[in-house]
């Protein structure tokens, strides 16, 4: 056998032996999933459905995703959960049960349910949070 002969049959051995390689290569390589991830909610609990229905409103000053208002009862429909520091200088703001705002006491900026801004001088709205009721439990998150 000639050295030319021999090179042949050792690249044409090499192709056969690495080809299924190549292949199997080629696909572990490939995205397995065009799925764009879910978001999941990330859920605490704020109180009981006892304590919101007594007082109407919970109230928790420090959570994992900030302050939290939440009122309603667990017979409304939707219950409101917001971070209630006021975005102009950061005072707390109230639940206006009658007018259905959040009002600041310090220099009266007036918020809707959704948090938006109905009355400055604040300009941003309150964030906003998620609300369900599991068990006996008032959950909120983002
Ligand atoms: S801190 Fe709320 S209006 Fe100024």
Known sequence: MNRRKFLNLFSISLFINL?????????AAKPQSKKKPTKSTNWISIGTVAELDKAGQLFKAKSSLGAVLVVGTSK?????????TCTHLGCKV????????????????EFTTTGKVQNGPATKPLPTY???IEGNKVMVGV
């Open 19 to 27: 080809f299924p390689i190549f292949v199997a290569a080629s696909y």
């Open 94 to 109: 109230d639940w206006e049960a009658e007018e259905k705002i959040f009002l600041c006491p310090c220099h009266a900026s």
């Open 76 to 84: 409304s429909k939707n219950l409101i959960a917001v971070n209630p």
């Open 130 to 132: 998620k609300t369900k």
